[in-house]
């Protein structure tokens, strides 16, 4: 089946400074690529929604200037946490889909875990 | 907001079939009903969907019933290894579309 990955799996950064997050879709080229976030013990919450070249669509409640998605190819997204506190410690999702030409369920990465300290 | 409803949790005896039911009474016409798991701490996995028609493949076996209202997704032979989260999530279109994920119904197989 079709692969997502994530770099860095797991990233510790001190307050007040900016941390990027990669999503690949390894075997396939994706239209669309979507960032989750998960608190201990909740389900995942849609952050944004990334199309290759053009800008983000956030969710409500989502700061699209601390949250920073940049889709440079169908097989690139980047989500970069600008001034991390630690409210925003959690574990970071991708997902990417459909793929292209074939099946339309979403593909998601292993996630990354933020720390803020 | 999550269009479905599921049971908290389940207990389900290896080897033996589990059935986990999802209610989506406000379902509509164009939309489909997806299935994906977590197990703890990795990125959910995609199981299987449908929009009308009973579905299966080498993961489970899924049941939409006449009304569209509600489903029920089957894995035949429950391992520890499904162990997991399970949602139920009404996508309008396809995946294609943003996928809104509920609660889920945590599943623990049991030895």
């Known amino acids: 089946g079709a692969v997502v990955s994530q770099h860095p799996s797991r990233v510790i950064c001190k307050s007040g400074t900016s941390v990027k997050i990669e999503c690949r879709s390894l075997?396939?080229?994706?239209?669309?690529m979507f960032w989750y976030r998960q608190f201990p013990k909740q389900s995942l919450m849609l952050m944004a929604t990334?199309?290759?070249?053009?800008?983000?669509?956030?969710e409500q409640g989502v700061e699209k200037d601390k949250f920073l998605i940049n889709h440079a190819s169908l097989t690139l997204s980047t989500l970069t946490v600008t001034s991390a506190h630690p409210e925003d410690s959690s574990f970071y999702i991708c997902?990417?889909?459909?793929?292209?030409?074939?099946?339309?369920?979403?593909?998601f990465g292993p996630g990354t875990r933020l720390t803020v300290t | 907001d999550a269009k479905t409803t599921q049971p908290t949790s389940m207990d389900c005896a290896e080897g033996r079939a589990a059935n986990l039911p999802c209610n989506h009474s406000?379902?509509?016409?164009?939309?489909?009903v997806y299935w994906y798991r977590q197990i703890h701490s990795q990125g959910p996995q995609y199981i299987i969907h449908?929009?009308?028609n009973n579905e299966t493949n080498e993961m489970a076996s899924l049941i939409i019933t006449e009304d569209r209202k509600s489903s029920t997704l089957i894995l035949p032979h429950a391992t520890l290894r499904d162990t997991a989260v399970y949602y139920c999530?009404?996508?309008?279109?396809?995946?294609?579309?943003?996928?809104?994920f509920g609660t889920g119904t945590l599943l623990a197989v049991q030895p």
């Open positions: 997902s990417a889909g459909p793929v292209r030409g074939g099946s339309y369920e979403q593909y």
């Open positions: 406000t379902i509509s016409g164009n939309e489909y």
């Open positions: 990334s199309n290759e070249g053009s800008k983000a669509t956030y």
């Open positions: 075997d396939f080229q994706a239209t669309t």
């Open positions: 449908g929009l009308k």
């Open positions: 999530i009404v996508v309008y279109g396809g995946a294609t579309n943003k996928l809104i």
